[in-house]
Nanobody, 120 residues
Framework: QVQLVESGGGLVHTGGSLTLSCAASGFTFSLFDMSWYRQAPGKQRELVAA???????NYAEFVKGRFTISRDNAKNTVYLEMNSLKAEDTAVYYC??????????????WGQGTQVTVSS
């Protein structure tokens, strides 16, 4: 079955850096776009960054220039490098994939999330 396991979260001071990892299994990783979302307390889950199989990226305005999404197909892993962290980046960060089967049905999967806390 599909599994997405995030890691790398933690507590960091304002201006610091963290790199999140999402290890994927149960599907052909190289064939699907990957994305990172986040959810802060009392707020809706929101897109942070997405990366297509062809290497095209899409970033939320609030992370442009600070975060970088990347993938290693050999390791079935997607990364989110986060720099210049701000208090408002505090959230649970989730990895997401939408797979498609042979008849075109879509299946959405989420990881369990990893907590990122930025303190001033």
């Amino acid at each position: 079955q599909v599994q997405l396991v995030e890691s790398g979260g933690g507590l960091v001071h304002t201006g610091g850096s963290l790199t999140l990892s999402c290890a994927a299994s149960g599907f052909t990783f190289s064939l699907f776009d990957m994305s990172w979302y986040r959810q802060a307390p009392g707020k809706q889950r929101e897109l942070v960054a997405a990366l297509t199989t062809g290497g095209r990226t899409n970033y939320a305005e609030f992370v442009k220039g600070r975060f970088t999404i990347s993938r290693d197909n050999a390791k079935n892993t997607v990364y989110l490098e986060m720099n210049s962290l701000k208090a408002e980046d505090t959230a649970v960060y989730y990895c997401r994939v939408v797979t498609v089967d042979i008849v075109g049905r879509e299946y959405e999967y989420w990881g369990q999330g990893t907590q990122v806390t930025v303190s001033s």
